[in-house]
């Protein structure tokens, strides 16, 4: 073999490499993003948050609440899943919060509300925020698979911020009828696993008492949510939505609910963690 043969072998066997490394990074990426959460898990008892700010303060609040509140939180036990501005409703912020159990709600929400943080800053929060009341008290569907916790957005290298679509769907089921109605509810999200989509979680109601009554929760339940995070707006129009539409049609024939599926598109704020992670998601 001559110097040019040489040469070219070498030039060749380093852009094979190069490409088995790159096909190989998502899947390293992935476990080592799934790695750095791992203690950020099982939490059981989850908020659904559903605000409503003063008109053109959406913005504003949204900043307020990833410069401020999400570490706050995370030190205290706490976890905030993700927050989002939802379409279609430009006064609308929503936010999931999680705590690793029912009794760990009350030590959480009064270290907070009652700390330094909250009272340096809620009066210009709360002058935005004329209802923060539409709360459901929710657990996940199955306890070993509770809501997605994703790696907190990487200010390197995600500079665009948080990317995707978050979809919810929000199921009044008739009260008794949770199993059954969670049973067949199983079948038709199976229908979203396609590429394109992440499955963050399952909820149904968590049915108590009130344990923080400083911060009120619906009680007109049960209700079974599914939460998932699509690619982009190209994706959600042409494969997620007529798929959602399929199986809403189909859970509403079963006679388990009490009033309309409610379906909540929403934009991530910068800073949440629930988005579209390039490299895959760790599974719920």
Same mark, same amino acid.
């Given at each position: 073999m001559n110097r040019f043969e040489r040469l070219l072998a070498g030039t060749l066997a380093s852009v094979i490499t190069c490409a088995a @490394?790159?096909?190989? %990074?998502? *899947?390293? /990426?992935?476990? @080592?993003? @799934?790695?750095?959460?791992?203690?950020?898990?099982?939490?059981?008892?989850i908020e $659904?948050?559903?605000?409503?700010?003063?008109?053109?303060?959406?913005?504003?609040?949204?900043?307020?609440f990833d410069t401020y509140f999400p570490e706050a939180f995370e030190q205290l036990g706490a976890m905030v899943f993700g927050q989002f501005l939802e379409r279609g409703n430009p006064n609308h912020?929503?936010? $999931?919060?999680?705590?690793?159990?029912?009794s760990a709600r009350p030590v959480v929400c009064a270290e907070f509300y009652y700390g330094p943080l909250w009272k340096e800053h809620r009066s210009k929060v709360n002058a935005i925020l004329p209802d923060?009341? /539409?709360?459901?008290?929710?657990?996940?569907?199955h306890p070993e698979h509770g809501l997605l916790v994703l790696p907190a957005v990487d200010p390197v290298e995600e500079t665009k911020g948080a990317q995707g679509v978050v979809v919810m769907q929000i199921f009044p089921v008739k009260k008794g009828s949770e199993e059954a109605f969670a049973k067949q509810s199983e079948a038709a999200f199976a229908h979203y696993r396609i590429d394109g989509v992440h499955e963050a979680g399952v909820l149904i109601s968590l049915d108590v008492p009130n344990n923080?009554?400083? $911060?009120?929760?619906?009680?007109?339940?049960?209700?079974?949510?599914?939460?998932?995070?699509?690619?982009? /707006? %190209?994706? $959600?129009? *042409?494969?997620?939505a007529p798929a959602m539409k399929a199986a809403e049609q189909s859970l509403a024939a079963t006679g388990l609910l009490r009033g309309e599926i409610e379906r909540v598109v929403m934009d991530p704020t910068p800073r949440s963690r629930l988005r579209w992670l390039e490299g895959g998601h760790p599974s719920p």
């Open positions: @490394a790159a096909q190989a %990074a998502p *899947a390293h /990426n992935a476990s @080592a993003q @799934a790695e750095s959460v791992k203690h950020l898990s099982s939490f059981q008892t $659904l948050r559903r605000y409503t700010t003063t008109d053109g303060a959406r913005e504003r609040f949204a900043k307020y912020f929503t936010w $999931l919060r999680g705590y690793k159990d029912l923060s009341d /539409n709360v459901i008290l929710l657990q996940p569907l923080f009554p400083q $911060l009120p929760i619906r009680t007109d339940g049960p209700w079974l949510v599914w939460v998932g995070v699509v690619k982009d /707006n %190209a994706m $959600l129009d *042409a494969k997620v």
